[in-house]
């Protein structure tokens, strides 16, 4: 009995390394209307990746190891004329202790808010717009 549960426990460590070299990724896509430019920003908790411009059907993907303590990375999508129409969002969040291999977020930018799905099943709406000038007050 011993003998079978240490090879098991082989099994099952050698089957976790075999997915190490998987990353883990964010996919944010436009799925706007034509000619409505969708701006992302997105942190890390260790790095600003930038501002990105994506045009309609355009995707600004980020690809990663999760760090052996935990990962997050913030979103803020803004569209509309004069990007009046603005979402900050947790966009990946790793388990802490709990270190994921290949494992996909995607998001998608439509006219009535921003969708999700780990993509086994429909995207669904997680988020609706907020208008910039209402927060401006």
């Keep these: 009995m011993n003998r079978l549960f240490c090879f098991l426990v082989l099994i099952a460590f050698c089957e976790g390394f075999s997915n190490e070299n998987l990353k883990n990724a964010v996919h944010i896509f436009n799925n706007?209307?034509?000619k409505n430019i969708l701006r992302v920003h997105c942190i890390s908790d260790e790095d600003d990746l930038g501002t990105h411009f994506l045009s309609p059907e355009e995707t600004y993907n980020i690809s990663f190891h999760d760090s052996v303590f935990k990962t997050i990375i913030y979103c803020q999508l803004w569209q509309g004329n004069n990007f009046k129409f603005f979402k900050k969002f947790l966009a990946y969040r790793s388990g802490g202790a709990?270190?994921?291999?290949g494992k996909q977020n995607f998001w998608f930018a439509k006219e009535d808010g921003i969708y999700f799905t780990h993509g086994q099943k429909a995207p669904k709406l997680e988020y609706t717009w907020t208008n910039v000038s209402l927060l401006k007050g």
């Design 98 to 101: 709990i270190v994921h291999y």
């Design 32 to 34: 706007l209307l034509p």
